[in-house]
Structures are given as C-alpha cells and as structure tokens.
C-alpha cells in the first residue's frame, strides 16, 4: 500500500515537473518568437497631417486634462497672409487681433507684424488645446501649414492612445521614438498622396519594417 | 438657410477630394526684405529610451525582491513596503503604462499582425512576471504589480466570498482574457487598457467613466481583498495556471502544519484550502459518474460555444473601426442615414471607392468569424473544466494555500505559532551572534 502510494505520488512529480519545462520551453519559444519581432527603439503615437481632417477630437479625448495634441507651424509653408483664415474667424468684425475677430477660442496664435503685408503667426502652446479649428481654417483656403501634431514633452505614450481609438481618419499611427514628428514640408514628393496608408488598417502598426 | 460651417465643410470636402495635401501654394511664401528670420517649428523629444530600461530593471530587481521576502524572509511588512514602492513607482510615477497586464495585447498583436513590431521593453513586461511565477508563485501580484498594490492598500475590513461565488466571478477573468485576446488579434482594440480601472488614478486624470468605475473598484477593495485581481485581471489569469506548477510556492507554516486552525481565516483573499475529509462511497461515485458525464459534455459545450461566439461576429467586428465606418457608409449610401459622420466625411475625402472599404470590412467580420470560434470555444473550454475541477476528489493532509489563488501577499504567515517559533530562533542566533 505504501509503495503503490509512493508510486502515485512520484508518477504526480514527474507529470508536473515534465509541464513546468514545457512551460518554460513554451516562454523560452515565446520570447525567441518575439526577439524577431521587437523593436529596440520605443514607439511613439503620431498624427500624420495628411490624413488628419482636423475633427477636433484631439481636444477632447485626450486623457490628460489638457490635450497633449498641440498646433504646430510650417512656418516655409506659410503665406504670412495679411487675413489669415486660421486665425480669423469666418466673418471677422474688423482685421484686427481683438478676440472678437479671432478663430481660436483660447487666443493662442499671436499675429505679430512683419513687414508690408506680411504677418507672422505664433502659437503658444501653454494656450493652444489642440482643437484644431485654426488647421482647419487654413487647410481650406490657405497654404496648410498649420497642422496638429501630438508633443511628447507632454505626451504620456499610454498603450492605447484613447485619441486614436476616437479619430476619425485613422490619422494616429505609432512611429519609432527617434524620429517622434511628422512635420509638414514643402516637398511635392512628400505630399504625393499616391504613397498613401490604407485607410484605419494600419492603426497599430508603427513603421518598423520585417524582412 | 445654409450654414456658413457646411459651406466650409463642404469646401474642404472638396479640396481635399482635389487634394489639397499635394502641395497646392495658394498663397506664395513671401521673399522678406526686412532681415526677417524664420523660425522653425520645436520638437520636444520623448522620454528616453534609457528611462524605459531602468523600468526594465527596477521590476526586475522588485521581482526578485519579492520572491525572497515571500520565500525566505517570510515578512509581512517588508513585503507591504515593497509593495508600496511599486505603487509609487510602477503607477504614480510611470503613471502605469505600460503594465505587464496590458503587455498581453501588444504580445498577442504581434502574433497577428506582421508589420507590428513590439518595443523590447514591453516584451520584458510580459515575459518576465511569467518567468517568475513558474519558479516562484505569483511575487509579481504579491508586492510588484501596482494595480494589485493599490487594492491591497485599502484593504481595511475584509469579508470573506462564499465559495461559489468566488469560482463564478473568476470565470469572468477568463472570458475577459478571451476578448482582450480577440480583440487584439483583430488589431480592434485594447479594451484592458480602455477598461483598466485604476490608470486614470494613477494619472489622476482621464475619462470620467472610468475614473467613476475605478472609485468604485477601491470602494469594493475596502471590503473585498482585490476584487479586480481575483475576477478580472486577464494577465492573473495566465499567472494561476503557471503558479500550480511553480517550482516553489508560499507554504502558511514554514514547519509542519500542527492543524492549529488559527490560519484558517487570515487570508482575506479566499486562498486557503482545508484539509479534505474522506469521501463516502456513495459520494465517490456520485462524483465519478458525473465526471465522465461532463467529460463528455465537454467538446459539446466548446463547440456550441464556439458556434455561438462565430455567429455573433456581426456584433463583436463593430469594435472594428473599419466595420464601423463600412457600416456608416453603407447606411449613408442606401439613403437609410441622413448627413455624414467625421468618419465618413474623412473616408471620402481619401477618394477611395466603397466597394473596396466593404470588401475590408467584410474581411474583418470573417476573421472575427475564425476568432469567435476561437474565443466562444476557450470559453466552452473554462467553463466545462471548471466544472470538472468541481467533480474531483482533491487530497490535503495539511491547511495550505492554493496554488493557483494564492497572491503571496504574506498575511497568513503570522498567524503560524510555528512561524513564531522560526521568528524567535531566527532572532536568538543573531544574539548569539553578537
């Protein structure tokens, strides 16, 4: 009786001890599966400007209290318009830089004068909230170079960015952390919307190529 | 009258459908005569990646930590200030992501998704924990994972599940882990992480929602010991299965059990199991029948699950944003909805045709067809081996604490006049000593 008891017993040990190396060969394969599909450097989320349609969402569903997305400016691509249609609202009142006339709702682009006619626009970015109603505006009838980009001194690179999950373009893609921005640039090549991501598909993916 | 914002709206439509993004200068950048200097747009940089390193390394090292406060110094206390920095640590300061629980998404994606690469970083988070429960019980819930820290902490008046209640909860972690896994595998969503009921603590800010649904978590963990660690969190899951197997585990007595019964109700999480009394006969093969019953039940209920997880691929593929905006179009073109939707504005301002968005989405709702009878069948699976596990016959001579339940968290192990016993030979060598 004994013996058939301590039979039982070590048949339990071996069984067990035989699943714990599966299991550790099983993680060992795991993490030799993946060594092939990581990535060294960290990932980063981004809007690409050519897909964004400026919805305002960015304002909004940020998880900090104040949306990391911020306006940034092309300055090269910039017409230093005398009426600006990013920072004037749709009827202004006058041209002038009183708040009535203005687009932005914190005041947060600066209309500074240059030299006849020519204006530059600034944003302060401790105002800017990232709504996107000035790119907007100069997307439809000016030169484009405003545009939203997400700022990673304030970012918090959260695993699933709840902006992405609410855009409405598929503009949010994770990109390598080295190269954190898409900026706008004036190149024709660049801009050619040939090269173009498959709408909302690639949401996830972060440009890391596999041989 | 026409609003002036959809003449805009439609305007930009427009331009964009001519492509506005190809480089169109309506405005020529001015040649400035006044010395004007062009600035060029900041770009504050990330955090480092040596910073996401040194996260590697911390959780190794409390890891490790925790695997010999639970195993060899047996403390309560060291293991409750462990603890303590991991909240600190892992979730005020890391503001907790990324975290080993959400890790299962982005590991499970990568399997799915070719041209995802996981950042090396995150694979450590997932790995590691898992290396360590098969050497050494679950360290990583006792003192390392800050969402179970945060739990532990409020945890003033515990009361104690009854039994049946506890194993029918716990089924939902499984099927939680189930969805995260379809869901991610369909590159949809990371709902653990668009559910996780504490990051939005840790941050102190983010959607209303959930910060509401994680106040309410905390409330519950003042009276019942880690609620989200027992019936929610996916990655325990994965942790239980390897911690029955580990190669060493948290024992209550670090002698003999003399059967004292003073342990009986120290651990607040449910975890401890009596020793079993023998079966009657008539028990014995009572249970035995309805073993080989469920035995083959088993099969059926995976299948019919598996079945009814495909069927609702209709359903579960609206989590798809793609489905979603095909959904939309397909309303919008029939004339069934009026007006547009961001989306759908910015699907046809990409000037793709429909017919290859509803070719996309059709191919979606068929992976989710294949993951559902994935899923609907791992949950066939749970249920019918929770109930086998029901039917057998367990033996224990001694009290112990479950493998697979026990978090390690240390709190049984002063209540062992046994451990006092250690305590004090353990404190009269050092006198001796010095």
């Known amino acids: 009786m004994m013996t058939e008891n301590n039979n039982s017993i070590n048949r339990r040990h071996f069984l067990r001890d035989s699943l714990w190396g599966a299991c550790l060969a099983g993680l060992g394969g795991l993490a030799g599966f993946s060594v092939g599909k990581t990535s060294k450097t960290n990932t980063v989320w981004q809007i690409d400007p050519e897909i964004c349609i400026a919805c305002g969402n960015c304002a909004t569903y940020c998880v900090l209290e104040e949306s990391a997305v911020k306006c940034v400016h092309a300055y090269a691509m910039c017409g230093y318009c005398r009426i600006c249609f990013g920072f004037f609202g749709p009827e202004p009142f006058d041209i002038t830089e009183g708040a009535e006339n203005q687009l932005c709702p914190t005041g947060a682009i600066k209309r500074t004068f240059v030299e006849d006619p020519y204006y530059e626009y600034t944003i302060d970015e401790s105002l800017c909230m990232g709504c996107g109603k000035c790119v907007k505006g100069c997307n439809t009838f000016g030169n484009g170079s405003l545009f939203l980009q997400v700022r990673h001194d304030r970012c918090l690179n959260c695993n699933e960015c709840s902006i992405a999950a609410a855009c409405p373009s598929g503009a949010y893609k994770r990109i390598p952390a080295n190269k954190p921005y898409i900026l706008k640039r004036v190149d024709p090549v660049r801009n050619n919307t040939a090269g173009r991501t498959p709408l909302r598909s690639r949401r996830f993916s972060n440009g890391v190529d596999h041989a | ?434």
């Open chain 2, 1 to 434: 009258m026409i609003r002036l914002s959809n003449i805009i709206t439609s305007i930009t439509v427009l331009l964009l459908s001519f492509g506005l993004a190809s480089g169109i200068e309506r405005f020529p950048p001015p040649d400035f005569e006044s010395g004007y200097e062009q600035p060029s747009p900041t770009t504050p940089h990330p955090r480092q990646d040596v910073y996401e390193y040194i996260d590697v390394v911390v959780l190794l090292a409390a890891l490790g930590l925790s695997s010999y406060l639970v195993l060899r110094k047996r403390s309560r206390r060291a293991i409750f200030v462990l603890m303590v920095f991991s909240l600190l640590y892992f979730g005020f300061w890391r503001k907790g992501c990324v975290c080993s629980i959400g890790a299962i998404q982005n590991i499970v994606l990568s399997f799915f998704d070719r041209d995802y690469a996981v950042p090396i970083t995150i694979t450590f988070f997932f790995l590691l924990p898992l290396v360590f429960t098969l050497f050494f019980g679950r360290v990583f819930c006792a003192a390392v994972c800050p969402l179970g820290a945060i739990q532990d902490l409020v945890l003033l008046r515990p009361f104690s599940v009854p039994n049946w209640l506890e194993s029918g909860l716990r089924l939902f972690a499984y099927f939680y882990l189930g969805a995260a896994v379809l869901f991610a595998a369909t590159g949809s969503a990371f709902v653990i992480c668009r559910y996780d009921p504490f990051v939005s603590v840790f941050r102190l800010s983010g959607n209303f929602n959930i910060l509401v649904f994680g106040a309410c978590l905390l409330l519950i963990s003042v009276f019942i010991g880690r609620p989200y660690c027992r019936f929610v969190c996916p990655y325990g899951v994965i942790l239980r299965q390897l911690s029955r197997i580990s190669k060493w585990r948290v024992t209550i007595t670090p002698d003999e059990c003399i059967h004292c019964r003073l342990c009986e109700d120290s651990c607040p999480f449910g975890a401890i199991r009596e020793p079993t009394a023998e079966w009657s006969a008539h028990d014995y093969n009572k249970n035995r029948k309805r073993l080989a019953f469920l035995l083959i039940l088993l099969p059926v209920l995976a299948l019919l699950c598996g079945w009814v997880g495909s069927s609702l691929n209709e359903v579960t593929s609206r989590m798809h944003a793609t489905v979603r905006l095909a959904d939309r179009i397909y309303l919008e073109e029939t004339g069934k909805a009026e007006g547009t939707t961001d989306a759908s504005l910015a699907f046809r301002g990409t000037g793709k045709q429909v017919e290859e968005l509803y070719t996309e989405a059709s191919d979606i709702q068929a992976r989710f067809g294949l993951g559902g009878w994935i899923f609907g069948g791992f949950v066939g699976l749970v249920i019918g081996f929770k109930l086998i596990g029901l039917s057998i016959m367990w033996q224990r001579m001694d009290y112990e604490a479950d493998r697979a339940s026990c978090l390690a968290c240390g709190r049984c192990f002063e209540f062992c006049p046994k451990e006092h016993a250690r305590q004090q030979k353990v404190n009269k060598k050092i006198g001796k000593s010095q």
